[in-house]
């Protein structure tokens, strides 16, 4: 359970830029408002579907391939599940992915973290001779593929989509904070922080990222939107006392 510090008239409401691949935001805005902000997205990244790799994937899962799916974030559950005509013990990142897989009447559990690095400790000995099926970006993650192995499970990544940078100057003037969600959204961003502007990570490892670039994010969260805000309005209520 997180926090929730409510604002006190206006002094406390801030303006949030989100990244956000388009499409993936559709919630930000209420989830911003309970916690008594505004946000909008700004989109460093598009993504482009690999529509073979997608095939491939649903039709190894078809046959029965794969003792367990694990869908590393909404987008390829989004794509994906719609397509799925059978399916074994699934695993979501976190609550948004599993709302994804779940709006399609997939049966799913939802890690207690939200970092891939949290799948092998969550199987626990299950996974040991289990074939792991993973529709991720096109994008690198040995970690999670050396610890399954390790594990003694068979990972099988489909790397479903790409992400490219939109090379778009992010409309981040009018935000009173900037919240990056990735790595990737960060480092592929093109901005220009303005003063006074509060500069925020969505979990340590976009926040390590960012400082070794040189920029020191305020507010860091715990992998997730609402962790965020939570930490955010500590963060504030500190400043204001």
Not at 2 to 28: P, Q, Y
Not at 43 to 49: D, F, G, T, Y
Not at 114 to 143: C, E, Q
């Amino acid at each position: 359970m997180h926090t929730v510090i409510f604002c006190w008239g206006n002094d406390f409401l801030m303006k949030i830029a989100v990244t956000r691949l388009a499409g993936k935001e559709d919630s930000d805005p209420a989830r911003c408002s309970h916690y008594g902000h505004t946000c909008y997205s700004v989109h460093p990244l598009r993504s482009h579907v690999d529509q073979s790799a997608v095939t491939a994937f649903v039709e190894a899962v078809d046959r029965g391939e794969f003792d367990c799916l694990f869908f590393t974030s909404a987008l390829p559950a989004q794509i994906i599940a719609p397509l799925l005509n059978r399916f074994p013990r699934v695993i979501a990142i976190g609550p948004q992915t599993a709302k994804a897989l779940q709006h399609v009447e997939i049966d799913c559990e939802t890690l207690p973290g939200f970092y891939s690095r949290d799948f092998v400790p969550y199987l626990g000995s299950w996974i040991t001779g289990k074939h792991i099926g993973i529709p991720r970006a096109d994008v690198p993650n040995n970690v999670l593929l050396e610890t399954i192995v390790a594990a003694g499970g068979i990972a099988h990544e489909f790397r479903c989509y790409s992400l490219e940078p939109t090379g778009y100057v992010l409309p981040i003037k009018d935000a009173d904070a900037v919240l990056f969600t990735s790595t990737m959204s960060f480092s592929k961003a093109v901005w220009t922080p303005h003063p006074d502007q509060l500069i925020m990570a969505i979990g340590e490892v976009t926040a390590g990222v960012m400082r070794t670039a040189g920029v020191s994010p305020a507010v860091v969260g715990d992998g997730s939107l609402e962790g965020t805000l939570a930490a955010l309005n500590l963060y504030l209520e500190k400043e204001r006392h």
